[in-house]
């Protein structure tokens, strides 16, 4: 029979075991990520640290470009943005000059029919009046005659 003492001392042991098995485990998979790094870095061109793009002057070329690519995406959504305006602008311009001529057309056109109104008004009254004038004479001249015959019948 394993005494109180035996049985620690197993559960020590146990311990330290798992202990160690978890450390070789984690220096396992440091050692493979280091690995697996180098190995990328030999791939990629790179060496202590210092990027592919430090090392390689074509990488940075193309680095510069994405940068001013993004530059000129931001200058070109800004124009859009300035030219859409400026075409909304121009056509509510356009809008109210066309509703300003509309107004302008309507407005000669009233004028227009308010002249023809006024200058068929003046011919209607002077036709009347020359018919009241003519009327007029022509009661003057039937007065005369009238007025002549009765000087006749009086004379005879």
Request: net charge positive; glycine share 2%; hydrophobic share 20%.
């Amino acid at each position: 029979p394993k005494s109180k003492a035996d049985k620690e001392e197993e559960k020590r042991k146990a311990s330290e075991e798992r202990l160690r098995r978890q450390q070789s485990i984690e220096a396992a998979k440091k050692e493979k990520e280091r690995s697996r790094k180098q190995n990328s870095e030999e791939e990629n061109g790179t060496r202590d640290g210092q990027s592919r793009e430090q090392t390689d002057p074509r990488k940075a070329e193309k680095r510069k470009e994405k940068e001013s690519d993004g530059r000129d995406r931001e200058t070109k959504t800004k124009e859009n943005e300035l030219r859409k305006t400026r075409e909304a602008a121009r056509k509510k311009e356009e809008e109210e000059e066309a509703v300003a001529a509309a107004e302008a057309k309507r407005r000669a056109e009233e004028e227009a029919a308010a002249k023809a109104a006024a200058q068929e008004e003046a011919r209607r009254r002077a036709e009347e009046e020359a018919a009241a004038k003519a009327a007029a004479a022509q009661e003057e001249e039937e007065a005369k005659q009238i007025e002549k015959e009765r000087k006749k019948k009086e004379l005879r």
